[in-house]
C-alpha cells in the first residue's frame, strides 16, 4: 500500500472554493488512477472525479463542471478545485489511489465544510 496525504480541506464560504491535496510518498510505477471521493455523515461514498497516470480526466456527472482535478508529478500530487461550492455539499473528501497491478490505497480523508 500507498500512504497518502490529504490537506487543504477546511472552512469556506458558500460560493467560495478551495483546492484539497492528494501527496503520495513516491512516483508510481506503472498505470493508475487517483480519484476523489466525498461521504457525507450517513451516505455512501461517491466518486467525484479521477485521472490517469496519463492525465486523463474523468467525472462523476453530478460535478461536471464545477471540479477540476489535477496533478503535479513532480510533486507526486492531485489537486482538487471545486468551484461555487455550496453547503450541501460539506462532506469529507478521501483520496484513493488504484494500480493496475497491487494494493489499493485510501487516504485518510480531508473535511470540507461549506458555510457561511
Known amino acids: 500500500q500507498v500512504q497518502l496525504v490529504e490537506s487543504g480541506g477546511g472552512l469556506v464560504q458558500p460560493g467560495g472554493s478551495l483546492t484539497p491535496s492528494c501527496a503520495a510518498p513516491?512516483?508510481?510505477?506503472?498505470?493508475?488512477?487517483m480519484g476523489w471521493y466525498r461521504q457525507a455523515p450517513g451516505k455512501q461514498r461517491d466518486l467525484v472525479a479521477m485521472?490517469?497516470?496519463?492525465?486523463?480526466?474523468n467525472y462523476a456527472d453530478s460535478v461536471k463542471g464545477r471540479i477540476t482535478i489535477s496533478r503535479d508529478h513532480a510533486k507526486n500530487t492531485v489537486y482538487l478545485q471545486p468551484n461555487s461550492l455550496k453547503p450541501e455539499k460539506s462532506a469529507r473528501y478521501y483520496c484513493?489511489?488504484?494500480?493496475?497491478?497491487?494494493?489499493?490505497?485510501w487516504g485518510q480523508g480531508t473535511q470540507v465544510t461549506v458555510s457561511s
Open positions: 484513493n489511489l488504484r494500480p493496475t497491478l497491487g494494493t489499493e490505497s
Open positions: 513516491r512516483t508510481i510505477v506503472g498505470l493508475y488512477v
Open positions: 485521472i490517469t497516470s496519463g492525465d486523463t480526466t
